[in-house]
């Protein structure tokens, strides 16, 4: 009796900051339903896995080594096709896996759920709300000394970590699932990237879901853009 031949694509799974491969169940549990294989990574400063030799996250500029890892697994491992799902910080180490590696052509499909293209806005979005009692935003003076400080004394490149100002990264199908009261990630990050890519990006907006809560808010619609994305 003949058998369907085994599928070649297989998808990554990458979860956010502060965050675990549990995480990500939802996204594997969608592309299962698409037909696929799918590798729920760790990296580096995750519990359990050596940390960045800075001992801080980074957004993606060195993690996305780490995501190169497991597409050179997959690829050793019968992949010739990879689709590769963001969460928040996940879309960082996504984008920059897409800027940086020479695997970069591999990938096919992309998935980013609230993805923190941008460090600087996602740090302004939380200053503006920064202080509740007076009412008032952080001032952007005191902002711009912030991040000049955090760049001395860190060694934080806010360039590096910034996948808006140069979108070419974007070479495949991107689907982007985003909701509309996320107070961590703002939605405008990931409109201005549909804006940027339109031909490639398919923008989902949830309304009223907070951050990396839009299959929360509406388990069926978030699962279904992403099987049909997916299949």
Known sequence: EATAAPTTTMAIAVHGQNGSRSDMLRSVEAAHRAGLPVLDITYRNDLGVPADPTGRLQYGASEWQDLDA???????????????????????????FLENSDQAAVVSKVVLDAPMLSLGATVENAASTAMPVTGGAVPPPVIWAAEQLTTV??????????????????????LVLHGTADPRVPVAVSEELAAAEPDLV??????????????????????????????
């Open 70 to 96: 497991a597409v050179s697994w997959a690829r050793a491992n019968g992949a010739d096709d990879i689709v590769l799902v963001g969460q928040s910080m996940g879309g960082s180490i996504v984008a920059s």
């Open 153 to 174: 004394r860190y060694g934080v490149d806010w360039a590096a970590v910034d996948y808006l100002d140069d979108t070419s990264w974007v070479t495949v199908p991107t």
């Open 202 to 231: 398919r923008l989902v907006t949830i309304a009223d879901a907070l951050h990396v809560e839009a299959w929360n808010v509406d388990p069926d619609r978030w699962s279904q853009e992403v099987v049909e994305f997916l299949s």
